[in-house]
């Protein structure tokens, strides 16, 4: 895990990664899941950190994305080769999630340095105004505080450690906490370690990123007592997403989680279609059902 700047090997169980194409663990490393007060530990140096990083010039957090991308693209093929271990992706499909990613590392980048998503505006007082005069109004976005972001499974790289989401907070200038998926350990840490070193190197505030490894109920827990908190973002299982909601709402301030969870979506076949054209039919459903399943 990395939490802070520190690298700490969680006591509560051992983890290896897992290679899908050969049914086999990944002897090395072995990684260690953490504790609730490990996830706590993370969740405080987030918000600790959060009134500095918010105030950091947009130029300062935009350079922060893109040093970012530069420092995974500068992982070259190891990076793609352990994704392809862990995942069984196709090693194009995953130069394309690792493209994608520094892509919107940057776009999120461009779009802090010309500062047009704070879309400030002012409504000038009306003191004449009948029957009462109108105050000067005025509106621009924040960040709201610390975010925490589940990796998928799915997607090693997009929507994992540095994925989307975790540049769209950063970008707004809120800390992360990300949880690395049990899929992609080996993955995630690499990745976890760029933007590790990129803020130090920066001198950033410790907390503007932590990645952690727990199971569920420790990651629950934890979620419970990250009090700063302010959002939750997700991709993954429709019951797990359901479970963070839970807690989330049930915090003494509830915070939202915006989920995007699996589900099930129905395909009917007519008797006419399948008479005509069943082989064909059956042959494209294969072909979607399978394609980058790794």
């Not at 949880?179 to 907390?207: D, W, Y």
């Not at 963070?244 to 006419?272: D, T």
Request: with cysteine; hydrophobic share 45%.
């Amino acid at each position: 895990m990395l939490i802070g700047q520190q690298a700490v090997h969680g006591a509560d169980r051992a983890l290896r990664a897992f290679n899908p194409s050969t049914g086999k663990e990944i002897d090395t490393p072995v990684f260690g899941s953490g504790t609730v007060e490990d996830v706590s530990r993370a969740c405080e140096l987030a918000a600790r950190a959060f009134d500095a990083y918010r105030h950091l010039p947009l130029s300062q957090r935009a350079e922060f994305l893109e040093r970012i991308a530069d420092g995974i693209t500068a992982l070259g093929d190891a990076l793609i080769e352990r994704a392809h271990a862990e995942s069984g992706l196709p090693k194009a499909r995953l130069e394309g999630d690792r493209a994608r990613t520094t892509g919107q590392l940057k776009l999120f980048a461009n779009e802090v340095r010309a500062g047009q998503w704070l879309t400030a505006t002012l409504d000038s007082p009306l003191p004449e105004r009948k029957p009462l005069p109108r105050s000067d109004l005025r509106m621009q976005k924040i960040p709201v505080g610390p975010v925490a972001v589940f990796g998928a499974s799915n997607f090693p790289l997009a929507f994992s450690v540095a994925g989307g989401d975790t540049a769209a907070a950063l970008a707004a200038g809120c800390p992360v906490v990300v949880k690395a998926h049990r899929a992609h350990l080996g993955t995630s840490e690499m990745v976890g370690r760029v933007i590790q070193r990129v803020a130090a190197e920066m001198n950033l505030p410790e907390g503007v990123f932590s990645m952690i490894v727990v199971t569920g109920q420790h990651g629950r827990r934890g979620a419970r007592r990250a009090s700063r908190h302010q959002g939750g973002r997700l991709h993954g299982l429709g019951a797990s997403g359901t479970s963070l909601m839970k807690v989330a709402a049930n915090r003494p301030e509830p915070i939202p989680v915006y989920a995007e969870m699996s589900s099930i979506n129905p395909v009917f076949l007519l008797p006419v279609a399948v008479a005509a054209r069943g082989e064909a039919i059956a042959r494209g459903f294969v072909d979607s059902l399978a394609l980058g399943a790794g």
